[in-house]
């Protein structure tokens, strides 16, 4: 235990070093590769940057990364990737991208919320869908607090959180005010008009 506390404290010394554009850098890089581990940038960010300055910069990274990677697939892969596919296949996925482009609001932003969903397949999804950018972007903003409080404060995976009643009924909280906060901005910014 005690050599894990070294080893956390020469991490949190490294990302001090490269100062606040390393972990924002860090946590950019994870939307384009989601194998890394979300969870430990943000902890890290937070124990190296304070919790307040950690998770805003950790928020701002991951938001403008999805965004990225939203745009990108939206206006340079959304055209061309349909023609790999034969005819009949072309018209089960216009039909599955129709049903997502007509997806509440609401939903999109608890699904941004969920600790379990890969993030980076949402903006895929959403780059190749007709979903309009208002929506999306809203919804991004709205879902990804709850994603990242959950690593930063609650700091443990979901698989163990099963282990913790507690840890679950956190996340319950986290995406209930996620659902109710997204419905009053559906109201106030008419997302899904």
Partial sequence: MQNLEVILGQVVNYMISFGPLGGFVLVM?????????????????M?????????????????????????????????????????????????????????????????????????????????????????????L???KPAMLLFYGYIAVSLADSFKDPRNLIKVVILVTITYIISKVIEKIVKVDV
């Fill in 29 to 45: 890089i994870e939307s384009f590769i989601p194998i890394l581990p979300l969870g430990i940038i943000v902890g890290l960010n």
């Fill in 141 to 143: 903003l709205v879902g």
């Fill in 47 to 139: 124990l190296s940057f304070g919790n307040v300055f950690g998770f805003l910069l950790s928020y701002v990274a991951t938001s403008t990364g999805c965004m990225l990677v939203f745009w990108f697939i939206r206006y340079f892969v959304k055209d061309k990737y349909i023609n790999w596919f034969n005819d009949k296949n072309q018209v089960k996925i216009k039909k599955w991208m129709g049903k997502l482009s007509h997806m509440k609001f609401t939903t999109i932003a608890v699904l941004f919320a969920l600790p379990i969903t890969p993030s980076f397949f949402v903006n895929i999804a959403g780059g190749l869908s007709d979903i309009s950018v208002k929506k999306y972007m809203t919804a």
